[in-house]
């Protein structure tokens, strides 16, 4: 599995992340992004980045409409990259 979905995953299980954690996920995967050497692989990467930046708008969100928002695009996400990658 993507280590930077696998991660979104875990903060939307609730589980401890931290807001760093996923800054620097959210880093790590729009640079995976830009480096796959395929479109359908930049694809997957991209929502990939999608997902992890939403995860992090979400811990960071300063009120629940703004949180609620972020996390349900990057549960959204989620599934998207698990639809393009058969995962």
């Known amino acids: 599995m993507n280590k930077h979905i696998s991660l979104v995953k875990r ?50 969100a300063d009120d629940d409409a703004a949180a609620d928002a972020a996390y349900a695009a990057a549960d959204y996400y989620v599934k998207r990259y698990e639809e393009l990658s058969n995962k």
Do not use: F
């Open 11 to 60: 903060y939307l299980a609730g589980e401890d992340v931290t807001a760093e954690e996923l800054r620097a996920n959210s880093t790590a995967a729009y640079a995976a992004a830009h480096a796959a050497a395929y479109a359908a692989a930049h694809v997957a990467a991209s929502t990939a980045a999608y997902a992890a930046a939403r995860a992090v708008h979400a811990a960071m």
